[in-house]
């Protein structure tokens, strides 16, 4: 069943298709950069898609064929990141919508083609998976900006593809291709442009399909162990949990019987 969900900016598209969910960003006139008003509306999004029982992995993509997202909308600079001030403010509302994605007790795939550069980069690398298209653009060009880069999200960064690959990827300010992004870890599965939608909705359908609660402690766990820890969430505690659940006995019997179990993340 396809279900709609109503965000709070027109430029962002939400819609829910049995247990997966799919944003879109739709800012075609600008290869789909983000402006200021997206970045507020993503962390309030991605909440309200966390708490839906519907939902159990989200997809983050852009509209189109042309970009994933190409960045901030470099149009606010003058007036949203003029001076140090506004910079620390825009910044702190950059940062705020990374880490809701990545902090999203549910699995979050990026489906990237095109352009996937400075902000919009960030914004696939606070996902949990990312699915390239072999025409796929990546780069942090805030040195040829001459912008800072949000401070707490570059530990996203240095997660993804390692201290030595940040430090490459953020002073040469270059752009790489697919192949290279899955090389520095940054991209899992490179595919050809017609199998991507196919390909990341597989993916997503085989994740929804198997236990919500085992999932969730996973992410809690692993994330914590690369230092992004999810405030106020305890791994043990989301592990012990699992144990003492129905699905486990599902899964357990379904096991003996030979059968695929249906989890119902309780």
Not at 219 to 232: E, F, Q, R, V, W
Request: with cysteine.
């Amino acid at each position: 069943m396809n279900a709609s969900f109503s965000p709070s900016s027109s430029k962002l598209n939400a819609s829910i298709d049995g247990s997966v969910a799919t944003l879109a960003i739709h800012n075609p006139a600008k290869r789909n950069a983000l402006d200021l008003d997206m970045w507020r509306a993503l962390p309030g999004i991605f909440e309200g898609l966390d708490r839906d029982e519907r939902v159990r992995v989200i997809v983050l993509r852009g509209e189109g064929r042309e970009s994933f997202a190409s960045g901030a909308d470099i149009g606010e600079f003058e007036t949203a990141r003029a001076d140090a001030e506004g910079g620390r403010r825009y910044e702190a509302i950059n940062e705020a919508a990374f880490w809701a994605v990545a902090h999203c007790s549910k699995p979050v795939i990026a489906m990237i083609r095109g352009f996937c550069l400075g902000g919009g980069f960030g914004l696939a690398l606070s996902c949990d998976l990312r699915i390239a298209s072999e025409n796929a653009i990546f780069g942090i060009p805030a040195a040829r900006l001459g912008v800072g880069y949000p401070p707490g999200a570059m530990k996203l960064v240095t997660a993804a593809v390692g201290a030595p690959a940040a430090k490459d990827l953020f002073y040469t300010a270059r752009r790489i291709a697919a192949e290279e992004a899955q090389r520095l870890g940054a991209v899992q599965r490179v595919v050809p442009d017609e199998a991507l939608e196919e390909t990341t909705l597989a993916l997503a359908r085989d994740i929804a399909r198997n236990a919500p609660l085992t999932i969730r402690a996973a992410k809690a766990a692993i994330d914590a162990a690369m230092g992004l820890a999810h405030p106020s969430t305890d791994p043990v505690a989301l592990a012990d949990e699992c144990f003492d659940s129905a699905d486990a006995v599902e899964g357990r019997t379904a096991f003996l019987e030979k059968r695929k179990p249906i989890f119902t993340g309780r």
